[in-house]
């Protein structure tokens, strides 16, 4: 705080010429400088201090969840924008000599704001320009640069080929840098595995400040990063992904049923066959509230599919293996791969594919908290009533419930830091999401994504509980009792996202990383944090 009341009277100039520096800040600005090539950019288009007027424009940019977009939010003492491998590697010499934490920020939407925020001093390294897609179409891969958007990785896909798409996911403002090093899985999932079954190579700086590729990185230290999370191992520069081929025609519907129209047996019955389903054909469950006819919330649940072929070819299919759910040719829409892309972020079929390059805006106009669960055994069909029941006494939380199966249970538990594989049934996303800014809100929607998460226990996995680690909760390994070390803690979070790949992950950050300069609140400790 002292810090950046200081900032506040000086400009970054000052800060450049102060020949003997005193705060951190500034012997990070003044070593940034040296490094700093002018040619490139002048440093005052780098770097970024609260004293700057578009500081908060700057940090607002990729700032997804209002929660944490708060006055009482800790700030950072600057924001470097990096715009070329040059300058994220002089961040991270000048933050590690002068003892400064860096936060790495790719789309900036974790879901625990852990790209922006933090307790401890500290700078973010945006990455948001270094956003570049270069296909070779002849060898079917192609370099993407950690700061682009899934959009743009569409957008450029299917400028390419209708034959070509990638696994990854829905949303498609998400960051390359932070989605992939996380996992990364959409609704290619069942035929194609996640975003990292699907990458070939990486470039990263590591903790000295060099740039290494897989070949330099080693097997190990690749393996951490598609899928331990990029922040505890180096900054991602970009990513080598090998590209899918995908039929030029594929289908999606969305069919919505309430629970008096028959749901409850539909998703029973929808549990039994959604991982059995050729791997062709994703259907996604979706329970939402909403008013009812008669001013009373009900649920209404959406089955929203995608098969990878033509409508001619799906709806046999459905009704040899799901005619439950009435699928009318009426209800499914043909369109090249990339369009499907528009359709699942909720977009009318017909809007332009440009829609996928849109510049996150200062959008963070919502408050968000958000969790996840493991379903290995089949909910009971008074256990779905029961959670409907629960999902009612709120108002703005609802579910996504995403089928595994097919290639998610072919691929071995430990080939990746993801661990979730064979024997999972389906992910439940919760999804909490409100608009007012009344005193209480925060505290008393987060009250009841937590409530909601206990009553589900006997539902989901246990021993652990497990948990996607791209869905962070900073809830897992909280409150915990205060003799409990840090090692303990990170153990807690570390064996419900990794399960055992934990220890493997602790042991190569413990090679690349001794002295834990990459680290965030739930990163991956190492062993000396024992
Ligand atoms: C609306 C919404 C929809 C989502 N949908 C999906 C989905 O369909 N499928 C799915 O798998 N996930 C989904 N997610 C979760 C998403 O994958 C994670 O939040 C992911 O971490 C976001 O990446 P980012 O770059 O946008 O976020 P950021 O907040 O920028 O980064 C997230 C984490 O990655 C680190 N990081 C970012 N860039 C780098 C880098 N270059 N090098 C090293 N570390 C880096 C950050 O420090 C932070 O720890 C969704 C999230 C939201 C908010
Ligand atoms: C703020 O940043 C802009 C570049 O976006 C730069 O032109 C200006 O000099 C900076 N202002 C200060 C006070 O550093
Ligand atoms: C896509 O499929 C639809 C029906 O499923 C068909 O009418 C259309 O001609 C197909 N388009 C292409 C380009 O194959
Ligand atoms: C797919 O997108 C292209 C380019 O915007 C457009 O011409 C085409 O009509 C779209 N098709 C569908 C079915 O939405
Ligand atoms: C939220 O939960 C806490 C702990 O259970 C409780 O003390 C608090 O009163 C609750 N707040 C609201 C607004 O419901
Ligand atoms: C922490 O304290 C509790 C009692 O408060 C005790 O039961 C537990 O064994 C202690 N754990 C450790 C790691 O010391």
């Known amino acids: 705080m002292e810090l950046s009341l200081v900032l506040t009277t000086l400009t970054i100039v000052t800060f450049i010429s102060t020949v003997t520096s005193q705060s951190p800040i500034q012997n990070f600005v003044?070593?940034?400088?040296?490094?700093?090539e002018p040619s490139h950019s002048p440093i005052t288009e780098v770097i970024y201090t609260p004293n700057n007027k578009t500081f908060s424009t700057i940090l607002n940019k990729h700032l997804q969840n209002k929660r944490f977009k708060l006055d009482s939010t800790p700030k950072p003492l600057a924001i470097v924008t990096a715009k070329s491998a040059f300058d994220v590697q002089a961040t991270v010499k000048c933050a590690k000599s002068n003892n400064i934490q860096i936060r790495i920020r790719s789309g900036g939407h974790d879901y625990e704001g852990y790209s922006y925020v933090s307790d401890v001093p500290f700078i973010i390294l945006d990455m948001f320009l270094i956003n570049g897609i270069?296909?070779?179409?002849?060898?079917?891969?192609?370099?993407?640069e950690s700061g682009a958007t899934l959009g743009k990785l569409y957008y450029t896909i299917g400028k390419t080929s209708n034959f070509f798409g990638f696994p990854a996911g829905v949303c498609f403002s998400l960051g390359i840098g932070g989605h992939f090093s996380g996992g990364g899985y959409g609704n290619l999932m069942r035929?194609?595995?996640?975003?990292?079954?699907?990458?070939v190579d990486a470039k990263i700086v590591d903790v000295n400040?060099?740039?290494?590729?897989?070949?330099?990185?080693?097997?190990d230290l690749f393996w951490a990063i598609t899928g331990g999370g990029g922040a505890s191992f180096g900054v991602i520069l970009s990513w080598k992904i090998k590209l899918v081929y995908i039929p030029s025609n594929v289908t999606v519907f969305d069919v919505s049923k309430t629970l008096e129209e028959g749901a409850i047996d539909l998703i029973y019955k929808w549990q039994l066959i959604a991982t059995k389903l050729p791997n062709e054909l994703f259907i996604r469950l979706q329970p939402i509230v909403k008013i009812g006819k008669d001013g009373k919330k009900v649920v209404q649940v959406h089955f929203i599919g995608q098969f990878l072929g033509t409508t001619e070819k799906l709806l046999p299919l459905i009704n040899e293996?799901?005619?439950?759910?009435?699928?009318?040719?009426?209800?499914?829409?043909?369109?090249?791969?990339?369009?499907?892309?528009?359709?699942?972020?909720?977009?009318?079929?017909?809007?332009?594919?440009e829609a996928l390059l849109d510049e996150p805006k200062d959008t963070s106009t919502i408050y968000f908290k958000s969790q996840s669960d493991y379903v290995k055994k089949p909910i009971p069909k008074e256990g779905i009533k029961a959670i409907f029941e629960k999902m009612i006494e709120g108002d703005t939380l609802f579910m996504q419930w995403n089928p595994y199966g097919g290639r998610m249970d072919e691929i071995s538990a430990s080939a990746k830091p993801f661990p979730h594989r064979?024997?999972?049934?389906?992910?439940?996303?919760?999804?909490?999401?409100?608009?007012?800014?009344?005193p209480g809100a925060i505290e008393r929607h987060v009250n009841f994504s937590r409530s909601f998460l206990q009553f589900m226990t006997p539902y989901v996995?246990?021993?652990?509980?497990?948990?996607?680690?791209?869905?962070?909760?900073?809830?897992?390994?909280?409150?915990?009792?205060?003799?409990?070390?840090?090692?303990?803690?990170?153990?807690?979070?570390?064996?419900?996202?990794?399960k055992d790949n934990f220890n493997r992950l602790v042991n190569i950050k413990t090679k690349v990383d001794p002295h834990n300069f990459f680290r965030y609140e739930q990163s991956i400790p190492t062993l000396s944090a024992l």
Not at 474 to 483: K, T
Request: proline share 5%.
């Open 30 to 36: 003044s070593c940034f400088s040296k490094f700093h």
């Open 134 to 144: 270069n296909i070779d179409k002849h060898n079917k891969v192609a370099w993407v």
């Open 191 to 199: 035929k194609f595995g996640l975003s990292v079954d699907n990458i």
């Open 209 to 219: 400040g060099n740039i290494l590729d897989r070949k330099a990185m080693g097997e």
């Open 321 to 353: 293996k799901f005619h439950e759910l009435g699928l009318k040719t009426s209800d499914c829409h043909h369109m090249p791969w990339v369009n499907s892309t528009l359709f699942w972020y909720g977009k009318p079929i017909g809007t332009p594919l």
């Open 422 to 438: 064979k024997g999972n049934l389906f992910l439940i996303q919760y999804l909490n999401y409100w608009p007012e800014d009344t």
């Open 461 to 498: 996995s246990h021993s652990p509980r497990e948990a996607f680690f791209n869905y962070r909760d900073a809830d897992i390994g909280a409150n915990l009792p205060s003799n409990v070390t840090k090692m303990g803690i990170s153990k807690v979070y570390g064996t419900k996202y990794f």
